[in-house]
């Protein structure tokens, strides 16, 4: 976007450092899309339509409630105390809804402040005199549930499979939520002082969703697990039987990567 972009999409296959759990998997195939000049409800919309064609005239299953029903985070946890919640009636039902209005940051276990999804979601316009006060406060914790962020996920029958936000695109406010996050101004700078430069020179609205299709996948078929919708899906330890993966690195490798490899008795 900042490039000039007006959109695009992709299908990454990425790795993540996951807890593994019965819907997470180390490796990941998505579907990644990011736009300019964009809101919530048009993206919103466009996400509803993709979902209900895959969902109905791929899989064959019927959608339950059209347009999606759109929950905020505090009402999601309030009625079902989750932010995932199932809002199916009977066990065969695709019952999609939307969650929006996360909180923009967490207090940390060490007392510190923490963004929810990342430093670069954009906050409510209505919570931006907000967000100022929390920077010039010495107790920022306060603040952390009074602020939210542009930030919403899909839920499928009890699983998050599509998530995302609008960007901040305004170099200034940017600057103050890394400021709020604990980060000195030549911190700022050193780490970021490339991008806060490009973004002067008019970066546009833009935001962006990401699915994980795997996920995605293991909710339209009613799966378990999502190592049943996966070919060679790794075990909870991280290992692929059929490829001997993942497989130890030579010396010479090592060297190249300029690792060294340490066993915990040393």
Not at 29 to 36: R, V
Not at 53 to 60: A, D, R, Y
Not at 123 to 151: C, G, P, R, S
Not at 246 to 263: F, G, M
Request: hydrophobic fraction near 35%; charge should be negative; glycine fraction near 6%.
């Amino acid at each position: 976007m900042i490039s000039g972009f007006e959109r695009y999409f992709q299908f990454p296959h990425v790795f993540r450092d996951e807890d593994l759990r019965s819907d997470r998997l180390y490796e990941l195939t998505q579907l990644d899309i990011e736009m300019s000049f964009i809101d919530q409800e048009e993206l919103r919309s466009l996400i509803e339509e993709l979902a209900i064609k895959v969902t109905e005239e791929v899989i064959g299953k019927e959608v339950k409630e059209k347009p999606f029903p759109v929950l905020s985070y505090e009402e999601a946890m309030s009625e079902y105390g989750k932010d995932d919640p199932d809002l199916r009636d009977d066990e065969q039902e695709m019952a999609y809804c939307w969650i929006t209005d996360f909180p923009m940051f967490e207090e940390k276990e060490d007392g510190s402040v923490g963004a929810v999804h990342h430093p670069f979601t954009a906050v409510e316009k209505e919570h931006l005199d907000k967000l100022k006060q929390m920077k010039n406060a010495d107790n920022k914790t306060e603040f952390v549930n009074q602020i939210h962020a542009q930030q919403y996920d899909l839920v499928l029958n009890g699983f998050e499979v599509f998530g995302g936000s609008i960007r901040q695109h305004r170099p200034e406010i940017v600057r103050t939520v890394f400021e709020v996050l604990g980060h000195t101004p030549q911190e700022i700078e050193k780490k970021f002082g490339h991008l806060l430069k490009a973004f002067q020179y008019g970066v546009p609205p833009h935001g962006g969703i990401a699915a994980g299709l795997d996920r995605w996948l293991q909710a339209l078929m009613n799966e378990k697990s999502i190592r049943e919708v996966v070919a060679f899906p790794t075990t909870s330890s991280g290992k692929t039987a059929v490829m001997d993966a993942p497989s130890e690195l030579t010396a010479e490798q090592l060297r190249e990567l300029h690792i060294k490899v340490v066993d915990e008795e040393e």
